[in-house]
């Protein structure tokens, strides 16, 4: 086989989402669902003995912007914009002392309150929910922030456009669209799954804020990149190991129609591909995100229960493209050999490269404890198996 490149990255992620055959399989790192954790990239600069000073790209998760040398050397294909935070957010990492035990802080511009401890810094989890005894009228009054203003998107044009028109890759969106999993951040998870079975007008009500949010915020985004973007990022977590996280019935009642809606919208104003990520044993919903309109489902979850990638592929790999998949990531990655974890790449990259329709990555993020030598590995494989027949 000839494992010569004869596409351009954005030629090679376009035509693999168009579900026609590219050259080889595109190769993502750098997204929210898609990146690689402080602590595995800076091993992995220094083993490859790359100079980058740590920048992190989102602080919750505590991911790494890569740079463009590591990009490189592993063959990425893609290219991720942001739009930023409104002027008005007086955010910014505070420290704090609780229970005798330093903290970072991070409230956001909903409200949230994020934190991760001083002798434990992975991520942060949420420390307070500012709507968790909120009633109705309170969803109504909150102090809900703007979607749409203007400066969430200064120079966002002007960093697309350079990567469409300075370099051959492709022009990826950074996570946007969180509609469902906002509402459980603000309220918290067992409340919120209580409000799902108890008081469903109060769900809804919420929920209606947060699409107000996110359609506001991309009439505007789209009024920047509409034509520049390949790659729409939205999603929220609907599954978790062993199925869905709530009934699909409820999703279908309560959350969808708002689902479909701003994806609907999306599609209205732009021809970028429309990314849904959900974790998870997410089959049950497959056939409803393909309704709302998403082009591709991420990450594909490979040890969660049904998560089969050549069983999937054969049920939906018609109408969806997958992103992601690339390798067991609960427990291959992270705590096989570098020759399991190639091993484990070439079965699922053969399963679902068949016909386009498959962009590699990991399952999710590469975690802090992830050794180097897998991540090469990883990628080094999919590249090299991932040609297709000339």
């Known amino acids: ?39 595995a990239y800076l091993n992995l600069v220094r083993h490859l003995g790359i100079a980058d000073d740590l920048r992190i790209m989102d602080a919750v998760q505590q991911l790494a912007v890569p740079c463009e040398a590591v990009l490189e050397r592993l063959h990425v294909d893609t290219r991720y914009i942001r739009a930023g935070a409104a002027d008005s957010w007086q955010g910014g990492i505070v420290a704090a002392t609780r229970d005798g035990r330093g903290w970072q802080d991070l409230t956001d511009e909903f409200g949230i309150r994020w934190s991760m401890p001083d002798d434990a810094p992975f991520y942060m989890d949420i420390t307070r929910h500012p709507l968790a005894d909120a009633s109705l009228s309170d969803v109504k009054d909150y102090a809900w922030p703007k979607g749409d203003d203007p400066s969430r998107f200064a120079g966002l044009r002007e960093r697309a456009l350079a990567i469409r028109n300075d370099t051959p890759y492709a022009v990826v969106s950074g996570i946007s669209g969180v509609v469902y999993e906002i509402c459980w951040y603000l309220r918290g998870l067992e409340q919120w799954f209580c409000d799902l079975m108890l008081e469903p007008e109060f769900c809804e009500a919420m929920l209606d804020q947060t699409l107000k949010f996110w359609m506001d915020w991309f009439r505007l985004f789209l009024d920047e990149v509409g034509d520049v973007v390949d790659v729409i990022m939205i999603g929220d977590d609907l599954a978790g190991q062993n199925g869905p996280l709530f009934h699909p019935d409820l999703y279908r009642r309560i959350v969808k129609p708002r689902h479909k809606q701003l994806v609907q919208y999306i599609r209205s104003r732009t021809q970028a591909k429309i990314w849904y990520h959900t974790c998870g044993s997410c089959v049950d919903f497959i056939p409803e995100l393909i309704d709302n309109g998403a082009h591709i489902l991420n990450p594909v979850q490979l040890s969660a229960r049904n998560m089969d990638p050549a069983e999937l592929k054969r049920n939906f790999g018609k109408q969806l493209a997958f992103w992601g998949g690339g390798v067991d990531a609960q427990h291959i990655l992270p705590g096989g050999t570098p020759e399991q974890v190639a091993a484990d790449v070439r079965r699922n990259v053969q399963a679902l490269m068949p016909g386009g329709g498959y962009i590699f990555n990991n399952c999710h993020n590469i975690q802090g404890e992830v050794p180097p030598e897998n991540i090469l590995a990883m990628f080094d494989t999919a590249y090299e198996c991932g040609f297709y027949p000339a």
């Open 1 to 39: 086989m000839s494992k010569h490149e004869t596409m351009t990255s954005r030629q090679r992620v376009l035509t693999a989402l168009d579900h026609a055959t590219p050259d080889r399989v595109p190769i993502d790192l750098g997204g929210n669902q898609t990146g690689i954790h402080k602590h």
